[in-house]
């Protein structure tokens, strides 16, 4: 037997290539060297073998990682013992088959297919504080649920399914393109392997009935817009009687009046007077759990920070908190009266000639 290349040059791709890529070449590959394509052509059937062997391996992660540690030898000695035929090839990879040659369906047991029930999506506001702190919410729901009446059979009670008549119960049939014999869901009992004759009428044999359901849902502290939360078993119920799908509540956040998020931080901007600005003050700014005290220092600029430690949104992670950023808006006065305007005339003379003193020493310092 001769030495055995390497998996990532069989597909044309780089050892670091994602998951993705590599599916993607071995639909390519698989598309050129498929034997049906290539009668008689002993080189491409064997080229075909390769792949199949290669993508296997590299799409399964411990055999991936146990390769590219070990090679071939090791992959060997975990038990590994390479292309099984086709027949392998259709049963395992049937997601890229199924694209590329019509399908080949999942079998369970007897042969009809299992069917998990489909997961549903409900999009949830939320207030400000309701993500910040968590919240619980009850959410209400239209989906299909297990017919309790027939248990998800779809028949009248006190009678059976039958096997369909077209594919013998396997809920597949077979087909014939050159030389391979290729199995494809039965189009008559969509891979079900029964048929009903005497249909339940409370679900009229879907063996699913349309139902009202409120679900509560618990939201955790720190979550924002675009999070996402799973609740298993809570989406419609599956095909005679398999599994239920699950629910997907996808968050949406209300901004907020005064506070933006940042992270885990919040920011708001607090005007303050250009007296307080100048001579300092003590203020109180709203935090999320309320308010509080901030001194303001002598001489504040326009757009200072000021921050409060740990008063910002709570870690998804469990990590504490972020800050309350405070950002400084220093407001100039409006509707002044007549005293006011002279002292601040009388202000803006005594500064005048304070810059106006600083640029004439600027100057003669030039003249050196």
Known sequence: MGTKRCYYEILGVERTSADGEIKAAYRKMALQCHPDRNPGDPEAEELFKEAAEAYEVLRDAEKRQLYDRYGHEGLQNSGFSGFRGFEDIFSNFGDIFGDLFGGTGRRRGGGAQVQRGADLRYDLVLEFLEAAFGVEKEIELKKRETCSSCEGSGCEPGTKPENCRFCGGTGQVSRTEGFFTMRTTCPYCRGAGKSIPSPCPECRGAGLVQVKKTVSVRIPPGVDSGSRLRLTGEGEGGPSGGPPGDL???????????????????????PVSFVQAALGDEIHVPTLSGSMAVKIKKGTQPGDIYTLPHEGIPSLRGNGRGDQVIQVLVKTPTGLSKKQEELLREFARQEENKISHKIKSFLRGGDH
């Open 248 to 270: 997907y509540v996808f968050l949406r956040v209300k901004p907020h009046e005064f506070f933006v998020r940042d992270g885990d931080n919040v920011v708001c901007q607090v």
